[in-house]
Structures are given as C-alpha cells and as structure tokens.
C-alpha cells in the first residue's frame, strides 16, 4: 500500500529549529518528486518545498534560507528542517507524493495525514 | 506568482442537488488545473487534474472543465460525505499556487 507518514511535529520557541520527517511506503522516495505543503489553523494551502527525483531543491520564498528539504533513501524518508522558525510558520505539515500524466502534468496524489507544528513563547 | 481565486468562498447546498464551483487564475495557464476535497481534520484528496481528468477511484458525479483563466468543479448530485472544502490548485508554473478553497455544508 501506498503510504506517507509524518511524524515530529512539536511546540517550538521562536527562533527555534525542527525536523519533521515522512516515512514512505508502497515506492521509493529517491525515484519521485515530492513536497511540503503546509496549512495554518483555518486557512489554506501552501507549498512549502519540492525535491525532485533528481536531487533538485526548491523553496517557497517565506521559507527559503530558513528551511531545507532533504531525503534519506535508504530509510525511504523525507525530511524538512525548519530553522529560525516564527510564529507564522505554525501550521499542520503534509508530506506529498506529486504524481504525473499527459508527459508533463503534474498532481498531488497521495498526502500523508500531517504533523502540526506550533511556533509559541 | 499566479493568483488563483475561487468562488464563492462558500455555499450551502442540499443533498441531490448540482453545484458548480469557479476558479479563476490570474494568467492562462492551459489546463494545468487540478482540484483536491479536504474534510475537517484531514488531508486532501486528488479529485481530478488536467482540469477535466478524474482521479482513479472518485465518483463520476464530479466533473472538472476549463482553459486558459477559468475553470469550473461540478458535482452533479451532492451526497451526504461531499460536503467538505474544495480547492483548486494551479501547476502551470513554479511555484504551485492554490484557491483560497470553497466551503460546501449542508443547507
């Protein structure tokens, strides 16, 4: 079975760091491209950060200097580590496989169930 | 970055009816469309990508069309577990961008 897990989500100090994680099931992490997406308390989606099968990294500009996508294959696992963390980074993060049809259509196909991390003093 | 705008931001509907709801991007963007459901305290799901493609595993009551700036998700007999928030999502150009989301509750 396809699966995507997170796990690590806390309560953080500002200015403190986190690493969450995604453990995945069901494909390989290292032949796929995935992303962060993220969702503050009663808001919308958000994309956080991409990795793609290649290696290649990309970061939405609220997080770029301060977050880094990372992946172990042999753990079949993602990782984001959030850095210098504010309060408006408190949200619920989901870990994303994006899948593609038609050559170069690309969807968000299987969503882990999220970790929430708070952002607090 | 592209802005995408759905409306109406919610709308109250009753089970059996047809609903549409509209997206519109701030640039064309082919039909680089996707649509995700999300019930209250859980992920979304794919419903449908390519603007028109249904997902594999989701009912034919939902329906996706559009090109260029507008699009439209319809469901075209509501049942009970479709009430939830719908939101679309652009993937024409990096970075991906999303609706605001539509709220559908029961009438």
């Known amino acids: 079975e396809v699966q995507l897990v997170e796990s690590g989500g806390d309560l953080v100090q500002p200015g403190g760091s986190l690493r969450i994680s995604c453990a995945a099931s069901?494909?390989?992490?290292?032949?796929?491209?995935m992303r962060w997406v993220r969702q503050a308390p009663g808001k919308g989606l958000d994309w956080v950060s991409a990795?793609?099968?290649?290696?290649?990294?990309y970061y939405a500009e609220s997080v770029k200097g301060r977050f880094t996508i990372s992946r172990d294959n042999s753990k079949n696992t993602l990782f984001l580590q959030m850095n210098s963390l504010r309060a408006e980074d408190t949200a619920v993060y989901y870990c994303?496989?994006?899948?593609?049809?038609?050559?170069?259509?690309?969807?968000?196909?299987?969503w882990g169930k999220g970790t929430t991390v708070t952002v607090s003093s | 970055d592209i802005q995408m705008t759905q409306s109406p931001s919610s709308l109250s509907a009753s089970v059996g009816d047809r609903i549409t709801i509209t997206c519109r991007a701030s640039?064309?963007?082919?039909?680089?469309l996707n649509w995700y459901q999300q019930k209250p305290g859980k992920a979304p799901k794919l419903l449908i990508y390519?603007?028109?493609t249904l997902q594999s595993g989701v009912p034919s009551r939902f329906s996706g069309s559009g090109s260029g700036t507008d699009f439209t998700l319809s469901i075209s007999s509501l049942q009970p577990e479709d009430f939830a928030t719908y939101y679309c999502?652009?993937?024409?150009?990096?970075?991906?961008?999303f609706g605001q989301g539509t709220r559908l509750d029961l009438k």
């Open positions: 999502e652009q993937s024409d150009s990096s970075p991906v961008t």
């Open positions: 994303v496989r994006v899948g593609q049809d038609y050559g170069d259509y690309y969807f968000m196909d299987v």
């Open positions: 640039q064309k963007i082919s039909d680089y």
């Open positions: 390519a603007a028109s």
């Open positions: 990795i793609y099968s290649g290696g290649s990294k």
């Open positions: 069901g494909f390989s992490v290292s032949d796929t491209y």
